[in-house]
């Protein structure tokens, strides 16, 4: 049946929104790399506005351990050190006048263990997120009007593919951020 098709196709695309969601949040925990998305939620005033560091700047990673952050306007400078600084990622900005440059630390294993929780944290929002997917889409299956008892399970058994399928890619992202943080 077409409705049934499009239930599926439906809880499908939102299992992949939740999969990638899941990982762009992993991308802002930092496993001691420099890495430009650590700094995505930071926000900088721009002309009285709140906008997002990397549309008033760009961003380098020379090496392992530094962030550069060249504004297109240098007044900014100032107004990025304390948006870094008041993001509480543990950074602590510096500037030669023309960038501002984030050194990043080294992670100590306290931190490590914290980062670990936060990845697992993500990772279970993304897990609860998909099994509420299929416990809605399972609950539309059941209203469709015409369809039979046998299409309805084999629809409810697809549901059941997609949510241990992005579960177990979850996971996956999980082990793989996790080897991350703590490979010293």
């Not at 998305?37 to 560091?53: F, H, I, K, N, R």
């Not at 952050?69 to 950074?91: H, Q, S, T, V």
């Not at 998909?130 to 299956?141: A, G, P």
């Amino acid at each position: 049946m077409e409705e049934i098709e499009m239930y599926l196709e439906d809880a499908k695309e939102h299992m992949m929104k939740s999969l990638n969601h899941v990982g762009h949040e992993l991308t802002k925990i930092r496993a001691g790399k420099a890495n430009p998305a650590m700094l995505d939620g930071v926000q900088v005033s721009y002309y009285g506005t709140m906008t997002p560091l990397n549309q008033v700047s760009s961003m380098t990673t020379p090496d392992a351990r530094t962030i550069f952050i060249k504004p297109w306007e240098k007044n900014l400078i100032p107004e990025i050190e304390k948006a870094i600084r008041d993001a509480n990622l543990g950074l602590n900005p510096q500037n030669d006048g023309q960038q501002v440059i984030v050194n990043i630390p080294m992670l100590t294993e306290e931190r490590r263990k914290q980062l670990v929780k936060q990845v697992g944290h993500e990772c279970e929002q993304g897990r609860i997120s998909i099994r509420n997917i299929r416990k809605e889409t399972n609950e539309h299956l059941k209203k469709i009007k015409g369809a039979s008892e046998d299409d309805i399970k084999d629809a409810e058994a697809t549901v059941q593919k997609f949510t241990d399928e992005f579960i177990a890619k979850i996971d996956a992202l999980m082990k793989k951020k996790e080897s991350e943080i703590l490979t010293v």
